[in-house]
């Protein structure tokens, strides 16, 4: 609402994401309403439907130097632009460091050919961890071949169980719903494969996946 107490019929809703970079969320439309306000107008907001294919990935750049962060649009436009327009709507994929990854199933389908998170997986071997939140279980496995985690992570996107015999007499919904994925140890692309594989082992001695979660080797 501008000074002069009148209300704009488009209210943009800017995000304040990085540093002098703003992503735009729904655009509203205002109404206004009886909405027994005291000392103001009272309004109601809709989404403006016409723009929301912008919601979520138009980054604007605007460098604030006020602290008032409601702004009259018309004393700041020229001071904006259209830093980059994503291509999907923006859902905090950043890669987080190999020691910070922790997805559920959802979020594994969704990011697993995003291109910072591929390139990521595909240039690591490394030992991961699975975790089954209903009942505890784990399963320790080992990436080193082909794209190696990103290729090995793929596959339990493409069909669930990745190939693992204890994980086929799951149920697709129940890996869906209640598994997580995380990662134990990266190595460079160079290492042995056997020490990867010795290593593999050593997390599952140490985890007692074999006695107690779903590995069976």
Known sequence: QPSNGSVRRFVDCPFAWRKHRCLFLPSNQTFPRDLDVKDGPGYEFEVDESRQKYCGRVIVSFHNKVQNLIRNASTVLHKCYVAEVLESAYKDDEFPGYDEVDL??????????????????????????????????????????????????????????????????????????????????????????????????????????????????
Do not use: P
């Open 104 to 217: 559920a199933w959802q979020d594994l389908a969704r990011v697993i050919d995003n291109k910072v998170w591929k390139s990521a997986l595909e240039n690591q071997k490394g030992v991961y961890l699975i975790s089954d939140q209903s009942n505890g279980k784990q399963y320790v496995g080992s990436a080193y071949g082909e794209q190696m985690l990103h290729g090995r992570w793929s596959r339990y996107v493409n069909n669930y169980h990745g190939g693992n015999v204890e994980l086929m007499t799951l149920d697709d919904n129940h890996i869906r719903t209640q598994f997580r994925y995380s990662i134990l140890e990266t190595y460079r692309s160079t290492t042995a494969d056997d020490l990867i594989l010795r290593r593999e082992n050593w997390w599952k001695r140490v985890l007692q996946t074999r006695e107690f979660g779903y590995n069976k080797n």
